[in-house]
């Protein structure tokens, strides 16, 4: 039978950073909300891709975008840790039109 060590230090360690950054984030959250911007908290596996596609039905420029509006997310990898809020930037969505002339 195998004990699980529930004091692992990295776990302990991972736990620690994503409530700093929860705390840090919590102000912009706040005004982010007085903006009326979304905000989008993470499920288990998400990815930042994932959570462009699912708000704005394409990736290209916008994962880019979340990044800058939430500094310190690309520090936790390719797939998000649960319960994370992520302020999802205002982006103007091309209108696949070309105006030939006014």
Same mark, same amino acid.
């Given at each position: 039978m195998q004990t699980v060590n529930n004091s692992d230090p990295e776990?302990?360690?991972?736990a620690n950073t !994503?409530?700093?950054? =929860?705390?840090?984030?919590?102000?912009?959250?706040?005004?982010? /909300?007085?903006? @009326?911007?979304? !905000?989008?908290?993470? =499920?288990?596996?998400?990815t930042v891709d994932?959570?462009?596609? /699912?708000?704005? @039905?394409q990736t290209e420029n916008v994962t880019e975008k979340i990044f800058e509006e939430n500094h310190g997310l690309v520090n936790f990898g390719v797939?998000?840790?649960e319960n994370l809020p992520v302020i999802?930037?205002?982006?103007?969505?091309?209108?696949g039109q070309?105006?030939?002339?006014q």
């Open positions: 776990k302990k360690r991972g !994503i409530e700093r950054w =929860k705390e840090q984030q919590a102000l912009l959250v706040s005004q982010a /909300k007085q903006q @009326g911007k979304l !905000i989008y908290w993470t =499920k288990c596996d998400d994932y959570i462009a596609w /699912k708000i704005y @039905g797939y998000l840790p999802i930037p205002d982006i103007e969505k091309a209108s070309v105006v030939l002339w």
